[in-house]
């Protein structure tokens, strides 16, 4: 396995023409979107509402953390996702995996909407709810480099890195897509009905995955990489590697480098999109429907961010552009608070739009950087894991390590500073990722 260099764009042979490139870029947009909604309405719920449902007999902090707990336990399942699927992406296609990912979050989704709550079930309604929260987790981690690659791979050789960042206009989609079925279903039952019932509705809506799957897998052509990949293996009569995760993990190198370089930007995007929700909430007093919106329109910033910063990453690499996002969201870790701190919409919705567009820097890049590190047979194992792995690292634990903090903290400086410091981490192993490209 080889590593290639950081360049800004990979010379690949002669990708696919227009009408198959466009219908896969819109199949990875729309497989993300609904992944991602899928996995940010547990988030959201887990911030407002399973607090009250599913840990009601301990205190509002404990209740919380307990919460935040089983939204870091679908992060920790992420990577044995990407193993799963990644094992099924490298051997049979990108679409496969993708489609049956898709299938996994869609089950698993709509079950969190049929569950009982503490009341009805006692301890076992916590324990399902781990459960389904692990197959979400799986999902997701098999989604990611489905999609990612599927788009990626049907890009011209100058634009990879943009075609790499489009499906991730998934996660800004998802996740406003379920903030705005929380405000209107909050609005049409009311708030006490939304923490009673109304919090199932966004997670029954899953079930409109399934139709969408099938959609892609009758009408989607695989990735012209993998395809040629498979071809030139035929033709040198070469056999399938048995597991390509066996492959990955006799050079882990290059995947624990990228999980290290990508955790600064899980924790921010997730101190930013999911802490927040519980800071501004239960300890400055704001109103659900507030926060939620001032999030919603935030990830516009992030949406630039992503875009524009990919594409940059065209012309004059991905590392200079990662770094570049990671030292400013460093430093907006301790501008952020003082503007959520008063309460104010213009500025937090300020405040969470610069730190959501520092993250889309480093977002943009990553997964045209990621995915050149790999050869096309092990490419979605090896891509994949190292993103999750950062997911477990930072995003996972982000919101409780945020919590716990500012319980033994007097403010919020340590979040800041907690914030800062793994930016500041972070540009370790992005270094140490050039000179191993380098040396390849």
């Known amino acids: 396995m080889t590593i290639q260099q950081d360049v800004p764009h990979t010379a690949v042979p002669a990708v696919s023409d227009r009408k198959p490139r466009t219908k896969a870029v819109a199949a990875a947009i729309s497989a993300s979107a609904i992944e991602y909604y899928d996995f940010m309405i547990y988030g959201t719920a887990a911030a407002l509402i399973f607090h009250g449902q599913f840990f009601p007999d301990v205190s509002p902090t404990a209740g919380a953390l307990a919460s935040f707990a089983t939204f870091a336990v679908g992060f920790a399942a992420r990577p044995l996702g990407a193993a799963v699927f990644g094992h099924i992406g490298d051997k049979r296609g990108r679409k496969p995996a993708l489609v049956s990912a898709m299938v996994l979050m869609a089950v698993a989704s709509t079950l969190i909407g049929l569950l009982p709550n503490f009341a009805m079930a006692g301890i076992m309604a916590p324990l399902l709810l781990v459960l389904l929260r692990v197959a979400q987790g799986m999902a997701v981690g098999g989604q990611w480099g489905g999609a990612s690659l599927l788009a990626l791979e049907h890009a011209p ?9 489009i499906p991730q206009l998934g996660v800004p989609f998802g996740m406003v897509t379920g903030n705005l079925v929380f ?61 390509s995760l066996l ?27 999911t802490g927040m929700l519980d800071y501004g909430v239960h300890e400055l007093g704001m109103g659900k429907n507030s926060v939620l919106t001032a ?29 570049a996002g990671a030292v400013v969201s460093g430093v907006w870790g301790f501008v ?18 610069v730190g959501l567009a520092a993250v889309g820097a480093m977002q943009g890049p990553v997964v045209a950087m990621f995915a050149e590190m790999f050869p096309p047979e092990v490419r979605y194992t090896g891509a994949s894991l190292g993103h999750q792995v950062a997911n477990i690292v930072g995003g996972g634990w982000a919101p409780l390590i945020m919590i716990a903090l500012l319980d033994v903290g007097d403010g919020t400086l340590l979040v800041s500073a907690y914030v800062a410091a793994a930016a500041v ?3 370790i192993p992005l270094a140490l990722l050039g000179r191993l490209k380098a040396a390849s």
């Not at 990955?248 to 930007?265: D, E, H, N, S």
């Not at 999030?295 to 552009?321: E, K, Y």
């Not at 952020?336 to 739009?353: A, C, H, K, N, W």
């Open 336 to 353: 952020v608070f003082p503007l959520v701190d008063t309460r104010e919409m213009p500025l937090l919705i300020l405040g969470l739009s």
């Open 295 to 323: 999030v919603l329109i935030a990830m516009a910033g992030w949406t630039a961010g992503t875009i524009g910063f990919a594409a940059l990453s065209d012309r004059i690499g991905r590392r200079p552009v990662f770094a």
């Open 247 to 273: 492959e990955i993990l006799r050079r882990p190198k290059a995947v624990l480098l990228a999980a290290g370089t990508f955790a600064p930007a899980t924790i921010s995007f997730y101190i930013i999109t």
């Open 425 to 427: 981490l972070g540009l």
């Open 157 to 165: 050789p100058n634009r990879r890195g943009l075609y790499g960042a």
């Open 183 to 243: 405000i209107l279903v909050g609005n049409l039952v009311g708030p006490e009905a939304l923490d009673s019932w109304g919090w199932r509705i966004p997670f029954l809506l899953s079930i409109l995955m399934l139709p969408i799957a099938y959609a892609i897998h009758r009408n989607i052509e695989d990735s012209p990489e993998f395809r040629r990949a498979e071809q030139e293996r035929r033709n040198r009569a070469q056999s399938v590697p048995e597991s």
